[in-house]
DNA sequence: CTGAAAGCGCTTACAG
DNA sequence: CTGAAAGCGCTTACAG
């Protein structure tokens, strides 16, 4: 591997300005820059980033850090969740385009947000986005050593200890559930419901409390009764849903509606109700969560919410750049909200 | 951050010593080890990884590439792909699980390999797993730069140039989709088809080539004549097996039963039946590959060809931790197949 | 078992 | 516009 000392002597100039040249310095005359630049070509000079970021430079590199439950046997942890999936494609491709390397990481256990710090404190990523964020998550983050350049995604805004906001360090970026389940219930009103079921995703996570909150308010706000079997307990797994939906179906209290905390629950109920010769939309009607491809291809196709991943992934990756660029912190401005849209399909039907 | 050299003030020893605590040699006192261990433990020192590599030891991280043909624009060109997904869920976890961190980068032009040379030569990887390689990859890679830890999946062997293999510089992993198929042909004809057709997938790729391969080994070991209207083109996409299968029902050339090159063309293509009340499987059976999740929650379940990605994707992280801890080549054994199961669900119907 | 010194390949003030 | 020198934070022979 050939080095900047080699390239000096073959152009005849010294390694600073070698280094200038690199660095796209404007003090290096156009003649000097234009040879450098030819032995670089010729040799096929790459500079070593590790010594580059050790006399100061950035590491160009992005960590990206997926809260992941599911047990490490699992083999479909991150595959599994079409938005962390969603997520991590637009960020490699939005890094990779802005010159950005994307180191990935799973934190499966508390223990393991030990790994943000690592990562950072080793020097191996500039900024860092934290995705699937659980509420209690911030706790394990160390003050001194994380607050750099941080986006945090999905998660409550009070969570982030006000010194991280005030100071600039931390954005947030969410989509609006609360928003899109209140459409969604007037939605179904809309077409006639009155008994509008939920099935809520993982508590501990701020998009199953804000959607199944938009589902409450809507509710309350429409006139309807709030009526507790109605509710399923879920953790935005298909199993519980499953089991969850056949207990419904046994006590024989089912709405004609339900709305999902995400389309992979939506998909094993209406799996399970089909089982049990309970047709969709015919005797129930379903509006899922995440606009996920199976949604699309199923048949009757699913009605379902669509988080604008790809815009939010963008914006991810677009705050770490400005903050690197301008070598700035935040504004007052660094929560960052996204529009939902409803997607309508064939899962919703009108009654009377 | 704390450094090395202020640890080492902090317990009365040398920066050397420190450094062989760190490094777990067994030149060192137990008593003095301690010491350190607990300064370490106390000031929550963590050696900087930039000097460290720099200082010759490795960065302890793998490259994964992706080879990606669809447009940048495009937003789910990972997540579109199952195997890709599958692919980099277990690298990431098995990778994390053995302290590698993972470095992600996509390839969607020729131009772009040059981002694996430019990875190993900035040493920002100690190996590297390619996936999705097209045929003409290699030739791409410099013979000098690359040729270290590189693991190449679903690649044909015989393009790897001798002197890689022979160096053992090169592993090769792929699926066994030449029996896949042929076994899948054999299913087809023991539940009485004689007319089968073949979806293929993108010419450019070992496996495209590989199941069209087992298809006509197949047919013509089965003694079926070959029927060149049940011959689809395709390129592993929905859209294109839709025209594809639009046009032989047009053209009214359909045989009993379809092969697929993957599940997402089997899909596409039944979804076309549909429209035209021609219904899976009843009128036309199906076997798809890989074995998508969308596979198994449609109806009727499709009926396909299940690749074992997990034990792929661990091979090949084990093959780089492997290299990297004998820090010795290959072996001659350095081509891996690993057989494909197939799995038998509803899209296929026993006939006369 | 331990330390002083050189070196990894860059960048960055400092001088000129 | 350019170069000599110091420094980034480690590791590794070399001596003892």
Redesign the interface.
């Known amino acids: ?1 050939i080095k900047s000392e080699e390239i000096a002597k073959i152009v005849g100039v010294s390694r600073s300005t070698v280094s200038r040249v690199i660095n796209n310095y404007p003090n290096v005359s156009e003649d000097t820059r234009k040879k450098v630049l030819e032995a670089i070509e010729e040799y ?1 000079y ?6 580059r ?2 006399a100061g430079k950035r ?1 160009e ?1 992005i960590g990206v850090f997926f809260v992941i439950d599911e047990a ?1 046997e699992s ?6 969740n ?1 938005f962390f ?2 997520y ?3 960020i ?2 939005i890094a ?2 802005k010159g950005y ?6 934190i499966t256990c508390n223990e393991e947000y030990e790994k943000i ?3 950072f ?4 990523v500039d900024g860092g986005i934290l995705i699937g964020t659980r509420k209690d998550s911030l706790k394990y983050i ?1 003050d001194e ?1 994380i607050c750099q350049h941080m986006v945090m995604v999905d998660i409550d805004p009070e969570l982030v200890p006000t010194h991280f906001m005030e100071q600039g360090l931390v954005s947030v970026i969410n989509s609006k559930d609360y928003q899109a389940v209140y459409q969604a219930v007037n939605y179904l009103i809309e077409n006639g419901h009155e008994k509008i079921g939920f099935i809520k995703g993982l508590e501990k996570t701020l998009s199953a409390f804000t959607r199944y909150d938009g589902y409450l308010a809507a509710i309350r706000d429409n006139g309807l009764s709030f009526c507790k079997d109605y509710i399923l307990e879920g953790d935005f797994n298909q199993e519980k849903a499953r089991k969850e939906m056949e207990k419904a179906i046994q006590k024989g209290t089912l709405p004609t509606a339900y709305i999902c905390a995400n389309d992979y629950m939506a ?1 094993a109920a209406i ?1 399970c109700l ?1 089982e049990h010769k309970i047709r969709v939309p015919e005797d129930v009607s379903f509006i899922g969560f995440d606009n996920t ?2 949604g699309e ?3 009757p196709k699913l009605t379902t919410l669509s988080p604008d991943f ?1 815009a939010m992934s963008k914006k991810s990756v677009e705050i770490i750049h400005q903050h690197l660029i301008d070598n700035k912190k935040m504004n007052a401005e660094n929560i960052f909200e996204y529009d939902v849209e409803l997607i309508k399909r064939g899962s919703v039907r009108k009654i009377n």
Request: hydrophobic share 30%; proline share 4%; with cysteine.
């Open positions: 591997m096929k790459r500079p070593n980033a590790y010594a970021t050790l590491s590199t490490p083999q479909r942890r991150l595959y599994h079409d999936t969603t991590l494609d637009a490699i491709d990779n385009s390397y994307v180191l990935v990481q799973t710090d690592k990562a404190c080793e020097q191996r160390r050593s998909i799996e089909g491809q199976t291809l199923m048949q790809f």
